[in-house]
């Protein structure tokens, strides 16, 4: 139990990769805010940290709730995100600018390193022996935080990973031939998993999926989309964007010469992994028709294309971060967990900022299939009611005329 | 007007790329199909003619209507597709299996070329005076068959352009850069300019959009990019996949230098094109953070994400070849017509079959703006009716907080 609650303002921040229910968050600890009397002013600060940094803050407190609830069924972080790594010095800054404009109860929105960032400024806290109340509220696709039986945002990509397969699985079954599609998660295959969730008849695909979980092999690859093609003539391919050789080297590293200024070798928002794995099936393989898409920003923040579970419990973590903060913890994270019983149920628990801070968590190895190039039926088990209903896929019941003589 | 109208069977097929209500031109054939007492066996082929060229058909006559409405919800063909262009031999020999099946009414779902099978097989049955009922029935994301104001398939494909820009651009004001979208269209551009559908607020993207009906030069290119990253700190743009220069060469194919095996350019499917402009963007400006996504299949088979207006009148357009074929007109293709007045409405009229085979048309003058990296009001106006609502965007009054010293 933490000790009297001190009377202050809030401030409230979004960091690293959008998703679809991001302000679902946001809007959820602001409305908690407006409730609780011990908080006066909602600051927002523009682009995370930057926004502290820069002193580039708005009042959220003038916003209308039609106005809220209308940002929240939007994508992507409405007060701006960063993907700055501060230092401890920065830190330090941070907790001066806070306590300047009487901040005792600080937000941050955002994934691994967005808690590393709230634990450390946490912990200045402490030493300065500030009343300060500091909580991380969790979000990634990535589905990566530890803790967290699933992440809010994860949901939502989901759903449009699944979706996509379900309209291209279609249109390969309409137009036959090899397609590949390159899907985000750099060390968790989640998002990459979920598009298995697009399979209705028993020879939809996804056909192979293959995750960075498993060492990524070229040889083995191509020969399991040959056997595939050879038995439907035609194949479609799930593929992470961080698929790795057994050293754990990026395939694209391995492949792809180009690099950009910083000697990088760019994932998201390039084509070129795809453009990679589908030249290799054209030469090796000798199939003409190859085809590659990757999925990029698309899966994040696709308007209209939200899991009404990830929709709900987004909420629910702002939500309950500011009860949290503003009742019984000094400092933590909130972590969506699963209640057990077979229908699904989830809550929002409080754990320590330390917990879910830098290291991420990755794909159990009971949802990945012995080959290395599936998911298994636990996984389905798991990630159905995350993601909730998906488009009814029609089918003919096609029944072959007699050929005449 | 056509003569007494024959008694027989009925075959139908679909051809080219497949929409997201492709579909529901095939049911609206099989169910008005099924009124027409002259009509007796409604037989289809699987993979268009090449499913009449190997005799394998199905009975349509045996699937239930809840079964049909569900795949005429359903994107992508559902008889399947084909990309083959026959000769004049094949017409003849397709005629020849259509007579050995009794068929007397032929219904081809496709774009120019489909139309264009259509006819020859037309012209050999009046050269063989077999009674016989020809219609082609209008299909294209592309938009551009001749005589339509808009073909069945382009307000959902402009749907999911305009959808994905709008999440995008929210994912480019969170963290600001330079993002590039392709999109499909070879020579016309009228799916990229969708894409404009998606500014609501006066700041948002596309920024710049560049089509296939004006020449693309890269430094005029740059020159707009640095223009309005400069202004924004940020910028949005969306490429025909079909940009090419003022000689007509594809910009991929002047800068790409790696092809398939048959010596092409492979542009839909491949991310190419996005990462050359995008390598042009970080090379010759010096700005870090230039991401590209090519839309790829995504845009024509999504399922879930229907023009409700679209899904109407592609319906309408099946129901209307199958009475136009059954009452006045020996033979045709369907056409989607603006009537006019304010509010919009369309009618399906009858147009020879030679006037929308072979030939396509391309985004009109008056639709680009002056400078050729925009689109016009006159095109908003024209796009907006036939896509219908989109998605709500919210957005944060944001008022700033003062600095404290």
Known sequence: MAKQKPVGNMLIAQSGGPTAVINQSLVGAILEAKKQSNIKKIYGSLHGI?????????????????????????PSSALGSVRKKPTSEDCLKIFEILKKYGVNYFFYIGGNDSAETAHIINEEAIKAKYDFRCFHICKTIDNDLRQNDHTPGFGSGAKFVASAFMGDNLDNRALPGVKINIIMGRHAGFLTAASALARVYPDDGPHLIYLPERPFAMTRFLADVKRVYKERGRCVVAVSEGIADSKGNPIASLFIKEKDSHGNIQLS?????????????????GISRVRADTFGYLQRSFPGLVSEADAKEARAAGTMAVQYACTKFANGSVAIVRKAGKSYKTDIKRVPLKSVAKETQHMPAKFINKAGNDVTKAFIDYAKPIVGPLPKIGRLKAVPVKKIK
């Open 269 to 285: 928002g390039s084509g070129a992994l795809g453009d990679l794995l589908a030249g290799e099936v054209r030469k090796k393989l």
């Open 50 to 74: 930057q926004g502290i940094l820069e002193e580039n803050l708005i009042d959220l407190g003038k916003e209308s709730v039609s106005n809220l609830e209308a940002v929240a069924n939007t």
